[in-house]
Structure formats: C-alpha cells, structure tokens
C-alpha cells in the first residue's frame, strides 16, 4: 500500500500546468475515459453536476479564443487589480490565450444547476472541483498536459458551447502534449510538514 501510495504521488508530483501546446493530435479514447473517471468523482446526495464539453472542432475552438481573449483584455487591461497582476506575473500570463486554439483538444467544464432536466445540486462547487481533480490526474497519468484556465467572466462559453442557461462554466482545460519549446515557472511546492498536521 505504502508503495503504491509512494508511486502515486512520485507521478503526481511531476504534473505541471503547460501553456505552449503542440496541435498534434490526441487520441480521443484517452479523453473519453479520462472523462469517465472524472464523472466517477463523490458528488453532493449524488446529483453529479457536472457536464464536460469535449471541444475539438478548429472553428469552434477560434470562436473560443476570440471571445477569452476579448474577456481578458478588458480583465487584465482594466479590471484585474495590482495585487493580482503581481500574484501571476511569475507566470507570464497575459490575455493572450493561444492554446485554447493549438491544442488539439479543450473541455469545457460547467455546473450543472437546478433546470428543466436536473435536479437541485449541493455542494456544486465542490463536487465539480473534485471531478476536475481527477480528470487532471487521469489525463495526467496518462501522458497529457492540461492548463487549468477560468476565464474572467465566463458567460460567453454558453454561447460557444451551446449549453443552456442552467449550466454555469467552471472551468476551460485544454488538453494535449507540450509545444517543443514549452517553459513552465519555476515553482516551489509547501513541504509536507507545512500542508500536514499531525494530531
Ligand atoms: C482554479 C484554478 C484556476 C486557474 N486559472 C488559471 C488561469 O486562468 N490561467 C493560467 O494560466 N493558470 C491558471 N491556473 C493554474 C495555476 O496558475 C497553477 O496551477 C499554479 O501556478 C501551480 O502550477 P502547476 O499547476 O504547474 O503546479 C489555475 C489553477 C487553478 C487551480
């Protein structure tokens, strides 16, 4: 068990968010069951509010593109605050968002909301993070690179993806494998004994 548990987190220390996609082609099958294994995530009472929209038609990723981008230019042009601009720069995020277009893949992840064909949800936040966790993990361990993007705002993924009202976006990740000359910051994680506390 301890192996196992080891091994587990020697690979998932390696997960990295990637940037600069390649627009090789993924296999699909790969997404479809990483998908499933997502959709497998503990949820509130069970109501599993999630939808995960698999997009990789080219003209429907350029309309993504072009309207995170027209978001994000006001954000970080206008509305983003210096405090958060400070917090990001190690990234070299800017409202440029190519690789919503060059990897070959993007999902879209919504909530998914009291509506005309589902239930009431608790804990939506939650249930979805969690669901996301493991879709990252899954396509992770299975040799993808994903970024975790949101958007500021992100109605405008309701239109692209053509999702009613009552589904709410949570999250964008493009899925693929790292352009060649992909960089990624040069980060610290907290020690265990920082995150761990032992009682
Ligand atoms: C909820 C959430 C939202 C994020 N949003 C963005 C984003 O919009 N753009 C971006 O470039 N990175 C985004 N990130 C990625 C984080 O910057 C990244 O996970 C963090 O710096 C740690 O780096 P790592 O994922 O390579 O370990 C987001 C991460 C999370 C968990």
């Not at 993504?64 to 190690?90: D, H, I, N």
């Not at 009431?120 to 669901?131: I, T």
């Not at 790292?178 to 920082?194: N, Q, S, T, Y």
Request: a positive charge.
């Amino acid at each position: 068990m301890v192996g196992v548990a080891r091994g587990f987190a020697d690979r998932m220390v390696l997960r990295r968010s990637v940037r600069h996609f390649s627009s090789d082609p993924v296999p699909l099958e790969v997404v479809e069951e990483a998908v499933r294994a997502a959709a497998s995530a503990p949820s509130g009472a069970n109501v599993q509010p999630w939808r995960f929209v698999v997009v990789t038609d080219p003209e429907r990723k350029r309309r993504l593109r072009l309207a995170a981008e027209a978001e994000e230019r006001e954000f970080y042009g206008r509305r983003a605050s210096a405090e958060w601009l400070e917090a990001v720069a190690p990234m070299g995020t800017d409202w440029r968002k190519p690789f919503l277009e060059v990897a070959p893949v993007v999902i879209v992840v919504f909530e998914v909301h009291q509506g005309p064909r589902s239930p009431k949800p608790y804990y939506v936040k939650e249930s979805v993070g969690m669901a996301v966790g493991v879709l990252v993990t899954a396509l992770h361990l299975a040799g993808l690179a994903t970024l975790t993007h949101t958007p500021s705002p992100m109605r405008f993924l309701n239109e692209v993806c053509e999702r009613p009202p009552e589904e709410r976006p949570f999250v964008v990740l493009p899925v693929g494998f790292p352009a060649e000359d992909a960089w990624v910051p040069d980060l610290v994680r907290k020690p265990l004994g920082e995150v761990l506390v032992r009682r």
